[in-house]
């Protein structure tokens, strides 16, 4: 099994940009399939981005494509999540997510049933 932790939220300005970590624990990291998913205030919590084992394949939701780059570094055991050009809706828990994979490099879902290991999320608020 792996544990995931985030880190890297705050509060910015529209237009601004914030960059998150996942830092991994445990199992090796090259095994998952990692994502990203957020819950902003009063919503359910929804998919954002996620990759593949080897980083090849990404998927991003419509709201943040062109705006969000998922990233991951095998041997540091971390997944990133680049947001440029935040808008206040982008306002939410972000959270980092692990699913097993075992180097299916198709495997990088958007459904969170398809996630095992969570972290705690981390805040990230912009203001207009």
């Known amino acids: 099994q792996v544990q995931v932790v985030e880190s890297g939220g705050g509060s910015v300005q529209a237009g601004g940009s914030l960059r998150l970590s996942c830092a991994a624990s445990?199992?090796?990291?090259?095994?998952?399939?990692m994502g990203w998913f957020r819950q902003g205030p009063g919503k359910e919590r929804q998919f954002v981005a996620s990759?593949?084992?080897?980083?090849?394949?990404?998927r991003y939701a419509d709201s943040v494509k062109g705006r969000f780059t998922i990233s991951r570094d095998n041997d540091k055991k971390m997944l990133y999540l680049q947001m440029d050009s935040l808008k206040p809706e982008d306002t939410a828990v972000y959270y980092c997510?692990?699913?097993?994979?075992?180097?299916?490099?198709?495997?990088?879902?958007?459904?969170?049933?398809?996630?095992?290991?969570w972290g705690q999320g981390t805040q990230v608020t912009v203001s207009s």
């Open positions: 445990g199992d090796s990291l090259s095994k998952y399939a």
């Open positions: 997510a692990a699913s097993w994979a075992y180097y299916s490099g198709a495997h990088y879902p958007s459904s969170q049933d398809e996630y095992r290991y």
């Open positions: 990759i593949n084992w080897s980083g090849l394949n990404t």
